[in-house]
Structures are given as structure tokens and as C-alpha cells.
């Protein structure tokens, strides 16, 4: 079932890319664990010679997720930072890039440490206000690189704007979907060139796997990153792909509990006394609430929120012992599976980073970043207050 993006998105999760396998009739892909392909003749095949360039389980998560984001081709790869590393091979050395100033650690390090090495430079600036993005454009700039919600100060870009801005100085627009996956948010609808995410978070959803994924419209951009992603090689296992394409089918239902969940949370934390702030785009008090309530939409037109939320503690003390004494969350990096973590970013996810550079974006030692799980609400409010208390 690949040419059904006119289907429901629940649907789509489900079939997109995936047919019976016609030797047995097994109704789900199987896992093509192999290198190589036997050729019926010299450079005569069935479509696939060797492992990198094409693999058929890859292949139908490739087509799934292309189906889901509205895309007409995807590539994945073995991370998310692989991801966006390929991103970056459409530039050539001079080219400049405008970024989300709250973008991941990891790929703040990635553009600042290591590609400004092979003469790329990036200016990093606050895209919640599009006429900064414009204020920061120069002659060589090729490219805007977008988060939004950023991670983990949850800030909003309009991407509509953006897109309008993009198309009229001829730029590329690449957003990162991680946080919010196509169920709540597509960007090449609202006009992004490229779409990147780490398909270990929401996509995959159960905290098994590492991967990454790009999806595009263009079929100008769909050949050139055929040709990087072979070129290059970061393509993740047959294995990884078939569990993926497996958590896929129930991205709808963990999308909507993950959400409410945070919904429930965000309202306690807001009136705990121990809690200066709490950032969560689905507040009224959130300063992009009403952008979120437009962009980040579910397949039906309801706004969601996601399920990660940002709050700053009164005491960096407290944070430290709250910590220690969870029981039901757990604290580690990462972020979008069914069990629900918990991490203090200025030390974990983004340490990287250099301090003044966190504070200077508002990311202090006091900021708690929670990514909700699918448990019942009302035992993970239990542990929060437990902890705080």
C-alpha cells in the first residue's frame, strides 16, 4: 500500500510502504538482514545490488514515513546527528547557515566544532521573531536550520513566515520535526524544503533504537541526498528499520497519550510552590501559545502540544534531591518513549554547550526537562510530588 497518502494518517501508519510478502504471504515486512544481492546478469537486478544503497525493509520505513510527512521521498539513517550531518553535505565550504539559537547540544557541537572546520559558518539567533532570521542573513547564506519546539527551552518559529523569507532570498529551510513527529506537526506542508528527525525519539517510541530520518518533496533534493546517503554510508541495520516501522503503527495512539499526559503535568507544576516557571507551548501563559495552536496541529486539525515540558525550580538544591528521589521516572538523556524520563539539560543533554552561551539563551542549571510518558497520570503526578516534596 504506497500510493495512499490521501488515507488516514492512522491508516497510513499502519499500511504506508507495506504490502504482504509474496513468498509466504507474512503480513508484516520482513527483516532482509543481508549484504549483497545475487544479479541475474552483469548490472541486471531486482532493484537492489548491495546493502547501503538499498535494502528492502529500509526501503518500506523510508516509504512510510515519506506517506506520513507528506513527503514524496525519505532516507534513513543510522542516528539523528547522521541526519543531520548529511544535511550539511548539500553546502560547500564558504556557505553560511542561520540556526535556531536553542538548537540540541549535540548539533550545536556538531555545527560549531566541527563543520565550521571545513569552512562552513553558522550564526545562531532567536527564529521566534522571523524578522531576526532576516536581520542575520548574509551573501552567503544558503540555508536556515530550524527547531521548533527547541529543545529544552520549548520556543516556537513560525514556519510559514520562515518559509516565505526562505523562498524569497532562494535559501533552503530544514526544520528538525523531532519533538513534535509528523502527528502533530508537517513542515512541508507549511513550506520547509527538508525535514530531519531522530527517529530514535517519537518515531520509534520505545527507547530500543538509534536512527535518523530526512524526508523532502523535491525530487531535485530526493537524487541528491540518494546520492549522500549512499555516498556517505550512515544507514542504520535492517533490524533497527523493521523495529521502527513496527512502533510506527501505534505513533497516533502514543502521540495523543503523551500529550495528554503533559497537558495534566504542566497544569501541576504550574501551581506546585516549589517551581519559579513552568515552559509548555499547550499554557495559556506560554508566550508562542497561540502560534502552537496554529502550527502544531494533529491530522484533524486539534492542536497538540507534545509531550515534553520544561521548569525551572526555585532552588538549584532542590533539583539535585527531586532528582535522586524519583521512583517512577527515570533520569535519562533522551526523549518520545512510552516510559517517562526526566534530565537536568545544563549537565546532561546539553553540556556541550558552553555556559555562557546557555545563559545568555536562558537555560540555567535550574531547568528540569521532562518527556512524558503513556503511564497513568495519576501515578506520575504522585512521583513528581513525592520528589518535591
Known sequence: MKDNKQSDFATRAVHAGQSPEPLSGAITTPIYQTSTYVQQAPGVHKGYEYARTGNPTRQALEDNLAALENGSAAFAFGSGMAATSTVMGLLAQGDHVIVTQNVYGGTFRYFQQVMTNYGLSFSFVDTSETDNIAAALRPETRMVFLETPTNPLLQLTDLRHTADLCRS????????????SPYFQRPLDLGADIVVHSSSKYI??????????????????????????????????????????????????????????????????????????????????????????????????????????????????????????????????????????????????????????????????????????????????????????
Not at 169 to 176: I, R, S
Not at 241 to 260: A, D, E, F, V, Y
Request: proline share 5%; glycine share 8%; charged share 20%.
Open 169 to 180: 532570498h532562494d535559501l533552503l529551510l530544514a526544520v528538525d520535526n523531532t519533538f513534535m
Open 204 to 389: 520509534n517510541g520505545h527507547a530500543d533504537i538509534i536512527g535518523g530520518i530526512i524526508i523532502v518533496k523535491s525530487d531535485k533534493l530526493a537524487e541528491r541526498f540518494a546520492f549522500l546517503q549512499n555516498a556517505v554510508g550512515a544507514v542504520p541495520s535492517p533490524f533497527d528499520c523493521w523495529l521502527t516501522l513496527r512502533s510506527i503503527k501505534t505513533l497516533p495512539l502514543r502521540m495523543q497519550q503523551q500529550n495528554s499526559n503533559a497537558i495534566a503535568l504542566s497544569d501541576y507544576l504550574l501551581n506546585h510552590p516549589k517551581v519559579n516557571k513552568v515552559i509548555y507551548p499547550g499554557l495559556a501563559s506560554h508566550p508562542h501559545h497561540e502560534l502552537a495552536c496554529k502550527q502544531q496541529l494533529d491530522p484533524y486539525g486539534k492542536p497538540g502540544f507534545g509531550g515534553m515540558i520544561s521548569f525551572e525550580l526555585k532552588s538549584e538544591k532542590t533539583g539535585s534531591k527531586m532528582l535522586e528521589q524519583l521512583q517512577l521516572f527515570s533520569l535519562a538523556e533522551s526523549l518520545g518513549g512510552v516510559e517517562s524520563l526526566i534530565s537536568q539539560p545544563a549537565s546532561m543533554t546539553h553540556a556541550s554547550v558552553p555556559k555562557e552561551e546557555r545563559e545568555r539563551i536562558g537555560l540555567s542549571d535550574n531547568l528540569i526537562r521532562i518527556s512524558a510518558g503513556i503511564e497513568h497520570i495519576d501515578d506520575l503526578i504522585a512521583d513528581l510530588a513525592q520528589a518535591l516534596k
